[in-house]
């Protein structure tokens, strides 16, 4: 629900100035006095507090001082900007061009005096153009509203002045290399990235376009393997992943295939730790000093949680959920709780099911299938006989669950806690 114009607000602190200086060929003065709400990607509210000092007025009209309906356009194309480049984060390299105006209504004058409330939230976005409903309040009425195209540019890559970034590194637009930095000869960065002070990024590696790497993070440098032999390797990193403070990630090993490689949208919190010939899908997060092993597989959609650690060669299915402090030596199954040194089935991770949007009867015919895995007293190659000779159970998150138990070559987690210590645990 909307605030009411009038509500009281507090000012969130944005460098307005900084920021709209990236809207092209704009307005000379800044139509942008504060931003009172910030919904990061979404939705930004921002006022303007119309007096008759303005520029403006002395031509429009003497005696009777009207704002253009053009500056209201432009008004709102400031406060468009700064949601935009705001979501594109720390680079300062980003700008936006005001390209089409549609659908655009003036219903009520604006005059000195008037407070407006500036009202912007993004619609389609791509890469380079971007579309925002923008509707501006005086008190309770709209006075104008209209949809705006604006084109997004994202310039030369911008490198601080300590860092060290080697001549043979490419460097993506619109990428931002923070203070001593390091990035080797060999590193390949996409566009939009922001590498954090004091990270370094060597070996052969590649990072896709929208990632962030903070502080201190280590990517690329040659694995803890001691059959390694300094032969060229890499690591592969997709798309629009956040690698915070102290994450390691090493490269692969020609034993392993010689590729560590990461997919898109992942989440690793610091100090995460990526060994050699890993290989992680997408949507994942991991944990503060979640450890995973050599040649480990980390399917979509993974949760790993803080301080536990993946056996070499394990792997972690889609939508598995892993515990805190577990320490997993088997496969971790699909869609189910896995927890404890050594970890043990807790069951279907109902609660996260439902939340990334399983629909129930998806969800009941993974009850029934786990009840026969578990509560049966059948054992695992008669479970999964009568799991896939069941027609009402046919599904493919069913399937996938049998399959990846047949496919397993270390053996899966199927051990349920001892009775004493069976509690509760919680959905995460």
């Known amino acids: 629900m909307n605030r009411h114009p009038d509500t009281p607000v507090s000012v969130v602190p944005i460098d307005i100035p900084e920021v709209v200086d990236r809207l092209c060929y704009r307005y000379p003065s800044l139509l942008v006095d504060a931003v009172v709400e910030h ?12 007096t ?29 900007t700064l949601l935009l480049l705001e979501r594109d984060g720390p680079s300062a390299a980003a700008h936006t061009h005001l390209r089409g105006v549609d659908n655009a209504k003036f219903r009520r004058q604006v005059v000195p005096g008037d407070r407006l409330r500036l009202e912007v939230t993004l619609g389609q976005r791509h890469r380079m153009l971007a ?13 104008a509203e209209a949809e705006l195209l604006l084109g997004i540019t994202h310039g030369a890559a911008e490198v601080h002045p300590t860092a060290i970034v080697h001549t043979g590194a490419v460097i993506g637009e619109g990428t931002a290399i923070g203070p001593h930095a390091v990035i080797g000869e060999h590193v390949r960065i996409g566009r939009n990235c922001w590498i ?25 440098l040659i694995p803890q393997d001691l059959k390694f032999q300094g032969e060229q390797t890499r690591v592969v990193i997709g798309r629009r992943n956040t690698i915070r403070e102290f994450v390691t990630v090493h490269r692969g090993t020609r034993g392993g295939g010689g590729v560590t490689s990461i997919g898109d949208d992942n989440y ?82 109902t609660i996260g099911l439902v939340r990334r949007g399983f629909p129930p009867e998806t969800i009941a015919k993974l009850k029934r299938a786990y009840r026969y895995l578990l509560v049966s007293k059948l054992n695992a190659s008669r479970a999964l006989a009568e799991i ?32 004493r210590l069976d509690v509760t645990i919680a959905d995460e």
């Not at 008759?52 to 468009?80: C, K, T, Y």
């Not at 000779?389 to 270390?410: G, N």
């Open 39 to 50: 919904e990061p990607g979404h939705r930004l509210v921002a006022v303007k507090n119309v």
């Open 52 to 80: 008759v000092n303005e520029e403006f007025f002395q031509g429009h009209f003497p005696g009777a001082p009207l704002m253009p309906g053009v500056l209201m356009i432009e008004s709102l194309s400031q406060v468009a």
């Open 131 to 143: 579309r925002a409903r923008c509707v501006a309040w005086v008190a309770d009425q709209v006075v």
């Open 196 to 220: 954090g002070a004091s990270s370094v990024i060597d070996g052969w590696t590649e990072i896709g376009d929208g990632c962030q790497v903070f502080p201190f993070a280590s990517i690329g």
């Open 268 to 349: 690793f919190m610091a100090y995460v730790h990526i060994a050699h010939d890993v290989h992680v899908g997408s949507q994942t997060i991991l944990g503060n000093l979640a450890t995973i092993g050599g040649h480990v597989i980390v399917e979509d959609y993974a949760t790993i949680s803080a301080c536990s650690a993946v056996h070499q060669f394990c792997r972690i299915a889609r939508h598995a959920f892993i515990g805190g402090a577990s320490v997993v030596t088997k496969d971790a199954l699909p869609f189910a709780k896995s927890v404890g040194n050594r970890a043990r089935l807790y069951g279907l991770n």
């Open 388 to 419: 896939e000779e069941d027609a009402t159970l046919a599904c493919d998150e069913v399937r996938y669950l049998t399959s990846f138990i047949r496919s397993s070559k270390r053996g899966v987690i199927l051990r349920r806690p001892a009775r």
